[in-house]
Nanobody
Framework: VQLQASGGGLVQAGDSLRLSCADS????????VGWFRQAPGKEREFVAVISWNGGTTYYADSVKGRFSISRDNAKNTVYLQMNNLEPEDTAIYYC?????????????????WGQGTLVTVSS
């Protein structure tokens, strides 16, 4: 598996978590990378994306102001800092490598997926 997501867990509402996505093949430094999530019974949805150099980020309205995406290309890792978590954030979180240097909200633009990490937020 090229992309390894980690950092999920069980937390209470209002807590924070930081997810990591490591690129074992060290190939995504020129690609946008994003996070999607999938809650039980729902479709996979866009959460956040960061451009190849970290200069551009974009968030879903539901997480804007609470989540922050960043990357360290020297470590081949992308992070998702999640603050003030809500029960509605409960889902499996997947990191995604895009085909191009700048990403979008669409899964169509994703070329590879990580295996997912489970985030559970209790009320």
């Amino acid at each position: 598996v090229q992309l390894q997501a980690s950092g999920g867990g069980l937390v209470q509402a209002g807590d924070s978590l930081r997810l990591s996505c490591a690129d074992s093949r060290r190939t995504f430094s020129n690609n946008a990378v994003g996070w999607f999530r999938q809650a039980p019974g729902k479709e996979r949805e866009f959460v956040a994306v960061i451009s190849w150099n970290g200069g551009t980020t974009y968030y879903a309205d539901s997480v804007k102001g609470r989540f922050s995406i960043s990357r360290d290309n020297a470590k081949n890792t992308v992070y998702l800092q999640m603050n003030n978590l809500e029960p509605e954030d409960t889902a499996i979180y997947y990191c995604a490598k895009y085909r191009k240097s700048y990403g979008s909200t669409s899964r169509v633009d994703v070329t590879s997926w990580g295996q997912g990490t489970l985030v559970t937020v209790s009320s």
